[in-house]
């Protein structure tokens, strides 16, 4: 008895917490009026909602005003249905956008009169329910607009007040690129089917750790002011993700996308590069290939559903590298230094001058190959290419070399989704993420390998229950756990000898 007593204590404390505080990002809202053909409110009508895609369905009874408010309700498309005694039935339908409160009147006609069916009244899209500033964007909308390499951020930067530099390593290490607002990206919070989903290491812009494709976002919506209570742990936008779940219907999708070269200019720097190493002006590649495919349907019709995509991308891109390296007379044991301040011109010291400046370390014992430039040195410097600009070094001894780089990388996402309902009340989902990805690094001169090499494996597992206890009680319980793991790792072992200021 005692052991009953503690489980429902806890289970109080469990359903108390929900009453006060909605889980965040994960769901939407209905709200309504119902009316009589005079206008006056009408009290008592059943309100019923059902979802197009799984029949899932839930219904309420109007207030003793007229009013009715669906809290927690998954997002999608639904039918609305009031039927009220001596009324007309009437249906409307409505795409319910994650966490963008909607609001459906009904205006019923009196009993006898055709049952209507209103296919053109959808949600209103501007929220007065709330102080929050943003937009929902639906899978339709995500599937109609073109974007570059079906890039999920890209859509995520529309939204008004938003500062976003694309993708390259400078924007992504920019805490500027994806300020919204004012704040910088690593005070936006994202969640993924209302469970954090921040990259905890790189805080990208819009960039969760868990990556979501186009083929597997369902919805998503940026806030970018006037969060509410729930809005998470951070003062910037929220970004707010769900993932594609099975339907009644077999569905599946095979996709490629394919940009290549062609039409590409040529970098300004490398241009440069190219024209004083007498070389003819050829950009860097720039092919990106993103393909897939995606599967779901119904497992047990009206109740147990699931969803797969895997998405894979492969580019051949360039990257462009400047690095400091001895310039030809350097590397032949000449060393020059400027005549005055401004360096108006530039004095050389000869191999013999440079001896007989070091000639005392033969006495010291500290130049067992002579008096002036060490030979092994020399060897070393002469393996350096010769410069072709003076962005880098002292603009004397050492100058720069520009060239562009090989930046290959393979992407793979893999995501898996089952639902299931257990009753018009109840509902279960659990998501699965996998990624495997491979970024070779920038070359450190032309000819040698990778310099270093990316990889993630980073992984993720999320469930959920949602249970719809009265028309003013919703009890959600959400756990995920990932597993943000990356290396990066360089081509070489063992000890190394460098030179100050020298790449």
Not at 307 to 326: C, D, K, L, M, S
Request: glycine share 12%; charged share 15%; proline share 4%.
């Amino acid at each position: 008895m005692k052991s009953i007593r503690i489980l429902f204590a806890v289970a109080l404390c469990i359903l108390s917490a929900n009453f006060t505080g909605w889980g965040q990002g994960a769901f939407t809202s209905l709200r309504g009026t119902v009316y009589d053909p005079s206008g006056a409110v009408v009290p008592g009508v059943t309100i019923a909602i059902q979802n197009q895609a799984t029949d899932f369905s839930t219904k309420q009874t109007a207030n003793a005003t007229g009013g009715f408010v669906f809290t927690s309700v998954p997002p999608g498309r639904y039918s609305i249905i009031a039927t009220g005694s001596g009324f007309g039935a009437q249906t409307k339908f409505a795409d319910l956008l994650v966490n963008q409160p909607a609001t459906v009147n009904f205006s019923l006609t009196l009993e006898g009169a055709s049952t209507t069916v209103d296919v053109t009244a959808e949600a209103q899209t501007l929220n007065n329910t709330d102080a929050t500033i943003g937009n929902s964007v639906s899978n339709a909308v995500i599937s109609a607009l073109p974007m570059e390499g079906r890039n999920v951020p890209d859509l995520l930067s529309l939204q008004p007040g938003v500062l976003y530099l694309g993708r390259s390593i400078t924007a992504d290490q920019d805490s500027r690129s994806g300020a919204v607002a004012g704040a910088r990206s690593d005070q936006s919070n994202v969640t993924l089917d209302g469970l954090d989903d921040n990259d905890q290491q790189g805080g990208y812009a819009f960039t969760g750790v868990l990556r979501s494709t186009l083929d597997s976002t369902q919805e998503f919506r940026v806030t970018t002011t006037g969060g509410n209570a729930d809005a998470g742990r951070s003062s910037g936008a929220q970004v707010t993700l769900i993932s594609k779940a099975g339907t009644n219907h077999v569905h599946g999708a095979a996709y490629e996308y394919n940009r290549t070269g062609l039409g590409h200019a040529n970098d300004w720097f490398n241009k440069g590069a190219e024209i004083q190493s007498g070389l003819p002006n050829k950009p860097g590649k720039l092919i990106r290939n993103t393909f897939g495919a995606s599967f779901g349907g119904p497992i047990l019709k009206d109740r147990f559903f699931f969803f797969a995509n895997f998405e894979g991308q492969r580019t051949a891109e360039n990257i462009q590298v400047t690095q400091t390296v001895p310039s030809a007379n350097y590397r032949n044991g000449l060393l020059s230094y400027c005549s005055d301040a401004a360096c108006s011109s530039i004095n050389t010291v000869s191999a013999a001058q440079l001896a007989t400046l070091d000639a005392p370390c033969v006495g010291n014992g500290v130049c067992p190959w002579g008096a002036g430039a060490d030979p092994n040195v020399l060897q070393i410097l002469q393996q350096y290419p010769l410069p072709n600009g003076s962005v880098a070094g002292d603009g004397v001894n050492l100058l720069s070399y520009s060239f562009s780089s090989p930046y290959p990388a393979s992407l793979n996402t893999s995501i898996f989704k089952l639902d299931y309902n257990f009753s018009s009340r109840n509902s279960l989902f659990v998501r699965g993420n996998l990624q495997k990805d491979n970024q070779a690094g920038a070359l450190q001169f032309p000819g040698q390998p990778a310099s270093s090499t990316y990889k993630d494996n980073t992984k993720g597992i999320a469930v959920g229950d949602t249970w719809t206890i009265a028309s003013n009680a919703v009890n959600d319980i959400r756990y995920g756990f990932v597993r943000q793991g990356n290396s990066n790792r360089g081509t070489g072992q063992g000890d190394y000898v460098q030179f100050r200021f020298i790449s």
